[in-house]
């Protein structure tokens, strides 16, 4: 969570200050590891948590009323405001949940506030079981439909904008609807497939363009269903936990223990790993491209588009991945500086080979400051120009990346080579830490709130 702002006193403008505060803001998440005497400390008396999920709720919301710049007050219409949200939030399509569900949910809407207070997880508890019965429910619809034989010649109209469309009343509006909704993509493919060039392409039979699209909905069908089958209790209470903390404002976010990781590499430049990245291909992950200077780049084995089967880690056996998530990949190959992981590839010529890569530290300096001297005909002068795309920072290390050293090291490169004035490009910049920005502002103004 950020402040609001924070001051600064400076020197005039563009006088360098050698040594930089190296106090990092207040982090944009809410570390989950922490002692137990404190989180408990933080907690209203009379509730005691029983859980970790309890006790971070109620830290949570302990520490966003301290700590956010304009808290809301946690009242009625706080609560009929979060519960009506987190309604769109579990279920946005309107696919799994009925009227009748959402009755049996109704009785909570005036009491999300206490709850947030007092890290009651009732109304969680009993979402998270509705929506995972109308998962197993909504499985069973789309089955029989495949195993129908298609009407090609079927009519009707079918919402499928959902803030538009209204909760199906029961189960059998939520049945009908599916139907429809499935004809509709079975119609689509169906025409877009049938819908040929003569004179360039030769119609195809259509018992073969049936049985194609038959399967490519089944296939599709069957992954969605895996995915959200893997959607952990976690990822339950992050959707959870965030409509709440949304409501106080949209950048505000409660990051799980992964997404924190990921957020600290993305700030930081800096992971221990590989040095590949990767992307989903199917039931497989692929090798999208491979770092400069990171190990598998100084091996040189492992390419772009191979396709990782397997992951083997020192002294274990070899897991096969497929199906896997790509999280789960990722975590499989990511480890520590040193030790030592073995891929099982397919390389692009059909040929299985498997490669061994000791981790190291993978720099990955794309997002980092970057400067050049333009030359402009308009003008008589030098311009400097500085990139910037996002506010990085190491939360970890004081002494690792920050892009306020690096702004200033810039600056200092311009001014050298001549540079009468500046461009400092922003466009496109995702945000990062707070006191980065605050330290940077320090290089052109000499004092003020930022």
Not at 189 to 214: F, G, L, N
Request: charged share 35%; with cysteine; net charge neutral.
């Amino acid at each position: 969570m950020t402040r609001a702002c924070r001051v600064f006193k400076r020197r005039p403008k563009l006088k360098m200050k050698k040594e930089m505060n190296s106090k990092k803001s207040w982090f944009l998440v809410i570390p989950v590891l922490m002692g137990l005497f404190y989180i408990t400390s933080q907690c209203r008396p009379g509730h005691p948590p029983t859980s970790m999920e309890q006790l971070l709720l109620q830290l949570i919301y302990k520490q966003s009323q301290s700590y956010h710049y304009q808290p809301p007050v946690i009242d009625d219409a706080f609560s009929a405001k979060a519960f009506d949200q987190y309604l769109k939030n579990l279920d946005s399509g309107k696919r799994f949940l009925t009227r009748e569900d959402l009755k049996k949910l109704e009785s909570y809407r005036l009491k999300v506030d206490d709850h947030f207070r007092e890290g009651n997880l009732e109304l969680f508890e009993k979402s998270v079981e509705l929506l995972t019965a109308g998962i197993r429910k909504t499985e069973a619809y789309y089955k029989e439909f495949l195993e129908q034989k298609p009407n090609l010649e079927a009519k009707g109209e079918i919402e499928l904008d959902s803030d538009k469309r209204e909760w199906a009343a029961n189960d059998r509006e939520l049945k009908e609807f599916w139907q429809k909704s499935m004809r509709y993509d079975y119609l689509s493919r169906y025409y877009d497939a049938m819908d040929t060039d003569d004179d360039k392409e030769e119609k195809k039979p259509q018992d073969s363009v049936i049985a194609s699209i038959r399967q490519d909905i089944r296939e599709s069908m069957e992954n969605w269903y895996k995915r959200m089958d893997r959607m952990t209790r976690g990822d339950h209470f992050e959707v959870f936990v965030n409509t709440l903390i949304h409501i106080y404002d949209p950048h505000t976010d409660f990051l799980n223990p992964k997404d924190k990781e990921d957020f600290n590499i993305n700030m930081s430049g800096k992971l221990e790993g590989i040095g590949a990245r990767l992307q989903t291909d199917k039931e497989y992950t692929k090798v999208s491209s491979i770092v400069p200077g990171g190990p598998a780049w100084k091996q040189k084995e492992l390419e772009a588009n191979d396709i990782i089967q397997g992951v083997q880690q020192e002294g274990q056996d070899m897991v096969d991945i497929k199906g896997m998530f790509i999280d789960e990949v990722v975590k499989m190959i990511r480890g520590k500086k040193g030790t030592r992981v073995t891929l099982k590839v397919k390389k692009t010529d059909g040929v299985i080979k498997e490669i061994t890569i000791e981790r190291d530290e993978v720099i990955m300096d794309e997002g980092f400051a970057r400067s050049a001297i333009l030359s402009l005909d308009s003008l008589d002068r030098s311009v400097g120009y500085i990139r910037l795309p996002r506010f990085y920072a190491d939360f970890e290390n004081p002494n690792g990346a920050s892009c306020a050293r690096d702004v200033q090291k810039e600056l200092r490169k311009l001014t050298s080579e001549g540079a009468k004035s500046l461009i400092f490009d922003l466009r496109n910049n995702g945000g990062g830490s707070l006191q980065e920005v605050v330290e940077m502002a320090g290089l052109f103004f000499e004092k003020g709130p930022v």
